[in-house]
């Protein structure tokens, strides 16, 4: 399927209309989306492991600060594995410091070298993605970590992968793909991100804004991603549990926002909290799903563009 893009001036609401009609112009053709749901990617990988269990609750969330460079990330990663367990200890709860005495939770960092994440991201270039902020950001970030430590192996290929509650972590080259999309090499100051998971593409956001904000619906996915990312030590991530489709507006306005599920239209809120010039990137449909930029141009107007085919969770109210 080729990539078209429309170019539209919306006002609220924004329908599913208003991003999906008719294009006025083409663009190169650019990868279509591998689905988002665990469920087809197990079709394709009939030796998946079983499904996970919910996770257990944990510690709180994290402060802001400036952006955390790739290569300063890489660094952290690289040293040793004890050193990293040393630095991280005196966070863990008194049951998280005997499962790791007994060596139940740690995890198999020397079993995935950053050859294989090179591989990944090399991958992920070929594949379109041309953002060399992005990209490095891709090759700091441990994917494995985000994982349970059965599926490591399974971290580096490219397909989302079951985190339990009936989500998925994104598979590489969409994470990459949204993010370049939203990044389009502007500063990045603050950006919001609806949809935490497991905390993977919040970490590699880090990467690129100077200050990230995650909102989890879902409660034991937000103790989830605080317990994945508590090693990563990242200072300008901090989490929140709540409706992300009401967005953060106390925090408001943002340099980028990012959805990891679809809506059958943008949450009116979500677009209230975009800065004038920026961009918004979000899933939109139901069973055909597409991948939509949205530029805020002025107080009450829209730019949107199709970019390419997709598949995600479907976006939801509440909080569970």
């Known amino acids: 399927m080729n990539d078209r893009t429309t170019d539209k001036r ?4 924004l329908p599913l209309s208003s991003v999906t009609g008719p294009a006025r112009k083409t663009v190169a053709p650019a990868p279509v989306a591998t689905p988002q749901t665990a469920t087809r990617n197990a079709a394709r990988q ?26 300063k990330m890489a660094a952290h990663m690289a040293l ?12 863990r709860s008194g049951h998280d410091r005997r499962q790791h005495e007994r060596g139940a939770v740690d995890r198999p960092d020397m079993m995935v070298s950053d050859a294989v994440r090179r591989a990944m991201v090399a991958r992920v270039a070929r594949q379109g993605v041309r953002d060399e902020t992005v990209l490095a950001a891709m090759q700091a970030v441990p994917r494995h970590m985000f994982l349970e430590p059965a599926m ?11 985190i339990g509650h009936n989500q998925t972590i994104s598979q590489p080259y969409i994470v990459a793909r949204m993010i370049e999309a939203m990044h389009a090499g502007r500063p990045l100051a603050r950006v919001l991100e ?23 619906r879902i409660r034991p996915l937000h103790e989830l991603a605080k317990t994945n990312l508590r090693p990563l030590r990242i200072p300008n991530l901090r989490l929140h549990y709540g409706d992300g489709m009401l967005g953060l507006p106390q925090v408001a306005p943002f340099d980028g926002i990012i959805l990891a599920a679809a809506g059958l239209e943008v949450p009116r809120a979500l677009l209230e909290q975009l800065a004038i010039g920026a961009r918004l990137v979000a899933p939109v449909g139901g069973q055909q799903q597409h991948l939509q930029r949205i530029t805020r ?14 598949h995600f969770v479907p976006l939801r109210p509440g909080t569970v």
């Open 10 to 13: 919306s006002t609220f609401p």
């Open 46 to 71: 009939q030796s998946a492991p079983p499904s996970m269990a919910a996770p257990s609750a944990r510690a709180p969330g994290y402060a802001m600060a400036g952006a955390v460079p790739a290569h």
């Open 80 to 91: 040793p594995h004890e050193r990293r367990q040393q630095d991280s200890q005196h966070e």
């Open 152 to 162: 490591s192996a399974q971290a580096y290929v490219d397909a989302s992968l079951p």
């Open 194 to 216: 609806i949809g935490t998971g497991c905390g993977y593409q919040a970490a590699v956001l880090s990467c690129v804004a100077q200050e990230v904000y995650s909102v989890e």
């Open 297 to 310: 141009i002025g107080k009450a107007e829209w730019t949107s563009e199709t970019l390419e085919a997709c």
